[in-house]
């Protein structure tokens, strides 16, 4: 990572400008300072970049997080309005339209999200119109201040983007609700959803300086969205290659993207082995797995974007090189775990992540509880718990990945983290000084007071401490502190990886995580688990997305005050209309979700899911993962996981100029086992892409590669993003009535997607 450090005399950042941080030295002149000449020097470089003027060697992405300066303009004019009519309407509007359809989605059979790309082609839509439509003159003046802008833009998504979801606390209320007979009153609830999400953006102020302003800290997967609103608000719109490139590939995966969702499925995953023999489950389990738990899809071809997706083309080459030294892994772990039969592998499904009873039935979880508890009667009753091998090899390369974590992060980056550490002793004298052309731009803005994310976070912390004592969640209060505590650190290691690499497949290994250590702390208690992974994975969650939010902000010169304003309004906005839109669809529907197989239009699958998750943890963990028991390696796991760099830092400090820097341990075991879920047909395609887009392209076209690539991978996920949206309610029965494609030999609803046989569940 390397945040630029060193040791300086105090200095007060508030009152330095970009452009004229200048220093008097005496009469005769003006020397610019370090930082305003490197603005100067990059403003010069962007110029040559834009004009076509550069060499190829300067259009060369030697390190990942290069394209930071060499796809991404520091332009900037502190004039151009943000908080303007425009932004409030749109904002408040986006916002509630992705709150409520997210909160929708989620009690759907079809689980779904709303796309960050599709508001802004929506934003962006609406707010020239908005422009053109709306007088400007006299009075008029403040709705319609001129042309759409890009911060105006930008703060319309941040905020949009933030509500756009169904919070993790929704689940938890829900579950409540629906299986424990506890209906919490609207403002606990609310608070509760607030809270939860209020203590991530605590932990993302407290660590901007480390992993926001640094120039190494570059966020990848921002990138591409950052340099599409450039290209949108800073290009000629008529004459822009990258616009016209950004709207013509846009157009085509609009059009495709019909052809692999609807008309011709098989494109979804390509199976030369399954073609020739559709019966064999040995071919199914490796060579299969365009369905849903279906198989490993190994030589498997895709064409569907929409599976593939545009990580691919933006994420680095190292990230994407240890993704697939995992994949490779999980090739032989997988089969060898189930065709070893480890685990007694072979009773139950090759790919599930269900609970399954000693005769391989589904194991009756409901049956365990008394008042909410778990029964030890019951249990003796019901019998042993089991998982498919597959899941519980999951659950352990998942915490080889987190003990990994620690020792991969503190060892690699301590020089970076150790400085920032000393900024919140009160007798330091040194101040953490950050070089970086987009950070200096910034300058220009108040920044937000470290106190004011202190205050957040205590207020959060109360609120917390007093929804969970009034949800009776069984949560003690000490238990909570250390969950919190737990997920600090935790998003300190986890926003390093994501702000450094890129690296962010770490949400459902973490909720296993808090779920087993809750587990331990309050044994038998489901409900208590729930909200023990609540406020562990949320507030990481929540955290990295403020930061990467942050950054955004920083890359396009978002005043981080305006940034901070419209993550808070729309967290509560989203939290409001969450809210609302659950206890309506609950009320109306109750019996639909909580059938195991639902309606055509409404589905409980998730709450289901995560009620049997808290009481897998929550009552059976001393059973499942105890010293004695079958699965007791997963929990080991964790300590073991602390010393797997340790051989990748040994051959660095032998061979220094080898590379072995590059590997990273959590990186490669959480990709050891990554596809013992979903489809996975997209993964040898995206593969190669991704070698073929950040090695090749990179280093033979590099004026192609900065000018283009990131624009093209919005551009394909924009595309594609639309159409998916309205084919999800024009014919997949979002709206209530699903139209399937006529069947043809390529959309045969009688069989697998991609002719392999059907999956054992």
């Not at 809270?195 to 570059?218: E, H, I, M, N, R």
């Not at 087993?516 to 955290?543: D, F, K, R, S, W």
């Not at 005050?561 to 939290?575: D, E, Y």
């Not at 964790?638 to 072995?660: D, Q, R, S």
Request: glycine residues 8%; proline residues 5%; charged residues 15%.
């Amino acid at each position: 990572m390397a945040a630029v450090t060193e040791p300086v005399q105090p200095i007060d950042e508030k009152s330095s400008v970009s452009d004229a941080s200048i220093d008097k030295k005496g009469i005769d002149g003006t020397e610019l300072s370090e930082d305003a000449v490197m603005a100067k020097e990059v403003e010069e470089f962007e110029e040559r970049l834009q004009n076509d003027d550069a060499t190829e060697e300067e259009y060369r992405v030697q390190e990942a997080y290069e394209v930071a300066i060499k796809v991404l303009s520091t332009r900037d004019d502190p004039e151009v309005p943000a908080l303007t009519f425009r932004t409030f309407v749109l904002g408040l509007g986006f916002s509630a339209f992705g709150a409520v359809l997210a909160q929708i989605y989620y009690f759907k059979p079809q689980t779904l999200s709303v796309s960050t790309l599709f508001l802004l082609v929506l934003s962006y839509w609406g707010g020239n119109a908005m422009a053109i439509g709306l007088p400007s003159k006299g009075i008029f003046r403040w709705i319609n201040p001129g042309p759409f802008n890009i911060k105006e833009h930008v703060a319309i998504i941040i905020m949009s983007s933030t509500a756009a979801t169904s919070a993790t606390a929704i689940q938890v209320i829900s579950v409540q609700d629906l299986y424990y007979n506890n209906k919490m009153n609207a403002g606990l609830a609310i608070f509760t959803l607030i809270g939860s999400q209020l203590l991530g953006y605590g932990y993302a102020g407290l660590l901007q300086d480390l992993l926001v302003k640094p120039t190494k800290c570059f966020w990848p997967s921002t990138i591409s969205t950052a340099n599409l609103f450039q290209a949108l608000h800073y290009d000629n719109q008529m004459t822009s290659k990258r616009v016209r490139l950004f709207w013509t590939v846009f157009c085509v995966m609009f059009v495709w993207e019909i052809i692999p969702q609807w008309i011709f499925p098989l494109l979804t995953g390509i199976s030369i082995f399954c073609l020739a023999n559709n019966t064999s489950t040995v071919f199914r389990n490796v060579f299969g797995g365009a369905s849903n738990n279906e198989g490993m899809g190994l030589l498997s071809w895709c064409f569907d974007w929409n599976l593939i997706g545009s990580d691919c083309l933006f994420n680095p080459l190292w990230l994407q090189i240890n993704q697939d030294i995992g994949i490779f892994l999980t090739y032989i772990l997988m089969a060898g775990v189930y065709y070893g039969n480890l685990w007694r592998a072979k009773d139950f499904p090759f790919m599930s992540q269900a609970i399954f009873a000693e005769d391989g039935t589904q194991y009756n979880q409901t049956g365990l509880l008394t008042n909410g508890k778990f029964d030890p009667v019951k249990y003796e009753q019901l019998g042993p718990a089991f998982f498919s091998a597959t899941n519980a090899l999951y659950l352990m390369t998942s915490n080889l990945s987190l003990g990994a974590t620690f020792t991969h992060v503190f060892f690699w980056h301590w020089a970076d983290i150790k400085p920032f550490l000393k900024t919140f002793n009160p007798w330091n004298k040194t101040p953490l000084v950050v070089h970086d052309p987009h950070y200096e731009k910034m300058k220009v803005y108040k920044q937000v007071p470290r106190y004011w994310y202190f205050i957040l976070l205590l207020c959060a912390y109360g609120i917390a401490q007093a929804t969970n004592y009034e949800g009776h969640s069984g949560l003690p209060w000490w238990a909570l502190t250390v969950i919190l505590l737990i997920s600090l650190v935790l998003s300190l290691l986890f926003s390093t990886l994501a702000a450094t690499i890129g690296f962010k497949e770490f949400t459902s290994s973490a909720n296993g995580f808090y779920q087993m250590i809750t587990a331990y702390m309050v044994p038998g208690e489901p409900v208590a688990n729930m909200y023990g992974a609540l406020y562990g994975q949320h507030p990481q969650g929540q955290c990295i997305a403020m930061l990467s939010d942050l950054k955004l902000g920083q890359y396009v010169k978002l005043p981080p005050r305006i940034t901070f304003s419209m993550q808070v309004m729309g967290t509560v906005v989203g939290a409001i209309l969450n809210y609302v839109m659950m206890v309506s669809i609950i009320d109306a529907n109750r019996d639909a979700l909580l059938s195991i197989s639902g309606t055509r239009l409404w589905s409980g699958q998730n709450a289901q899911g995560y009620n049997s998750n808290a009481i897998s943890w929550g009552g059976l963990a001393p059973q499942m993962f105890g010293a004695k028991s079958l699965y007791h390696m997963v929990p080991i796991s964790l300590a073991i996981g602390v010393f797997l760099p340790l051989p990748f830092i040994l051959a660095w400090y032998i061979w220094p100029k080898a590379g072995f820097e590059n590997f990273s341990t959590p990186i490669i075991m959480q990709y050891s086992c990554y596809l013992s879920v979903g489809i996975n047909t997209s993964v040898n395609p995206s593969m190669l892409i991704g070698l073929f887009s950040q090695w090749w392209v990179r280093t033979r076209y590099p004026r192609w590669f900065t000018k283009y690539n990131y624009i093209m991978a919005a551009a394909l996920d924009g595309g594609t993003q639309v159409i998916s949206f309205i084919l999800n309610f024009a014919v997949f029965g979002a709206s209530g009535t699903a139209h399937s494609f006529p069947d043809w030999w390529g959309n045969d609803l009688s069989l697998s997607a991609d002719r392999c046989a059907l999956p054992d569940n």
